[in-house]
């Protein structure tokens, strides 16, 4: 994502000037006459994704100095580059000491402008990075410290804001590598327990022979397991898919009866406890494999969030991206300001099948690489230009670092939904309907959890019909079972729905 500039100069010409300088960095643009634009722009809707404001102390309306007050108040981490005359160095100064960036004397030179603005930027990036993992470890991340300028992971986070008020257990669904920990840590910071302790488990790294004592505590009061440790607070399970047997029967007495049995233990453990879980896998499959056990199924989806894979969250890999970037190249000592708009048009555009974790480790891995002071498309030699994973192409021939609606040059990209149903096979031919016809139920009855009232309202067929057509296309086998189950449950159970 291009980085958006406010531009906030009373002088028509310097205020162009400025302007057209940005645009030829590669940033985006908005300029404004006087403080009070500036204060409402910023509050407006389209002031929330942006990344940097150049200001001018000498505003006709409103004090420099004060308008910096109030703009800082309105968004307090908006990095600020000021401007001031060859005599006002002193109120410069004064600026950067109540938390300015940086400041520049009229005119502003191009070369010094693109550097000042770069390194705000990289500041920026760094400073959220680090305040970021500072909230993580402390339990204090809430959801506003998520990235999420995409329509689909802002989706998500309205769910999540709606259950962290619930005492609910909550199932995070989504492929690996989506954050389905940082949401869950988002989910207790936003919730009445922030503050109190958040356990995290691998369920996929506890040894079948240790996970009940591990969880729930071995032999001896004083042998207390995780669960005990997150008394008061949060346990999140991760990969809840690979807990074993034993251990999810211990899992659903704590969860009706809030008590732990740990082995051995002469009297259970009272534990206070709110449950977050994450699944990798489809938690119906691994029922119906007989993987996992039904009861606790239905005790843990209550309150399903799905959180979306990068490639349905184009908006957020630049950020993400350039914060990873800013990380890195402080771990590693490198003085890398920043990645290229090139790049980031080549970022955007890759289908990213390990989602975050992938792009983390790409731009780390280019990081240690680079020799000049951004990351350009050179150091992501593993992502190829015209590459098609994920049915994405890419054409990425930009030729400077202008903002993409400005170029005759333009980079196109052909995104393909995983979802959408295609009518041609390998050959280009026309699939057979029955092919078709299969290909939907299977889909329906993954979409709808196995529920054969809604798939078969969804499809538009009567029960009986969708029960036949499972049959004919040998789904009934697979998909049958937990769809039956399902029904059971839903004239025994009221299940909470999102």
């Not at 259970?268 to 119906?284: G, N, Q, T, Y």
């Not at 809604?454 to 057509?469: C, E, F, M, P, Q």
Request: aromatic share 6%; hydrophobic share 45%; with cysteine.
């Amino acid at each position: 994502m291009t980085a958006k500039i406010l531009i906030t100069v009373a002088d028509p010409v310097e205020r162009h000037h400025l302007e057209m300088l940005s645009h030829s960095f590669g940033y985006e643009t908005q300029s404004v006459a006087d403080g009070q634009a500036a204060l409402a722009w910023l509050k407006s809707p389209n002031g929330a994704g942006l990344s940097l404001l150049i200001l001018d102390l000498v505003i006709p309306d409103v004090d420099g100095m004060a308008l910096m007050a109030r703009l800082q108040a309105a968004r307090a981490r908006l990095p600020i580059i000021v401007l001031t005359t060859r005599g006002g160095t002193d109120s410069a100064l004064a600026a950067v000491r109540a938390g300015a960036r940086d400041f520049m004397v009229k005119p502003a030179e191009p070369a010094r402008l693109q550097v000042a603005i770069k390194n705000a930027l990289h500041a920026a990036c760094l400073s959220e990075e680090v305040r970021f993992f500072d909230l993580r470890s402390t339990g204090q991340l809430a959801f506003a410290d998520l990235i999420c300028e995409s329509a689909a992971m802002a989706r998500a986070v309205q769910q999540g804001e709606k259950a962290a008020k619930s005492s609910l257990p909550i199932l995070l669904e989504g492929e690996t590598g989506t954050g389905k920990e940082s949401f869950a840590r988002a989910l207790h910071g936003a919730s009445p327990r922030r503050g109190r302790p958040f356990v995290a488990v691998n369920c996929a790294a506890l040894p079948a022979a240790l996970a009940v004592n591990q969880l729930f505590g071995g032999a001896g009061e004083k042998t207390h397991g995780r669960m005990i440790e997150a008394h008061g607070g949060t346990l999140f399970l991760d990969r809840i898919c690979e807990l074993p047997m034993e251990a999810q029967a211990q899992l659903l007495d704590a969860l009706q009866q809030g008590l732990v049995f740990s082995a051995g233990g002469r009297r259970p453990h009272k534990a206070d406890i709110r449950f977050i879980v994450a699944a990798h896998r489809d938690l119906i499959e691994r029922v119906t494999g007989g993987f996992f056990r039904e009861d606790l199924f239905y005790r843990l989806n209550v309150f399903p969030v799905t959180l979306p894979p990068l490639r349905a969250r184009t908006a957020d890999i630049g950020p993400l991206a350039e914060r990873f970037c800013a990380r890195f190249a402080a771990e590693q000592g490198k003085r890398i300001f920043g990645i290229c708009a090139k790049a980031l048009a080549l970022l955007t555009s890759y289908d990213w099948p390990g989602n975050v974790r992938q792009l983390e480790n790409a731009v780390f891995r280019a990081v240690l690489l680079a020799n000049g002071s951004e990351l350009t498309v050179a150091d992501f030699p593993q992502i190829k230009v015209g590459d098609g994973a994920g049915g994405i192409h890419v054409e990425a021939q930009t030729p400077d670092r202008r903002p993409l609606s400005l170029q005759k040059e333009f980079i196109r990209v052909e995104i393909r939904d995983p979802n959408v149903l295609s009518l041609l096979d390998a050959q280009g031919h026309t699939r057979p309907l029955a092919e078709l016809e299969a290909e939907a139920i299977h889909f329906a009855l993954t979409h709808y959890r196995g529920q054969m009232s809604a798939v078969a309202r969804k499809l538009g067929i009567g029960r009986s019909t969708l029960y036949r057509k499972m049959k004919d296309y040998d789904l009934a086998a697979n998909l049958k079972p937990a769809a039956e189950a399902l029904e059971d449950k839903e004239s025994s159970r009221a299940l909470v729905r999102v």
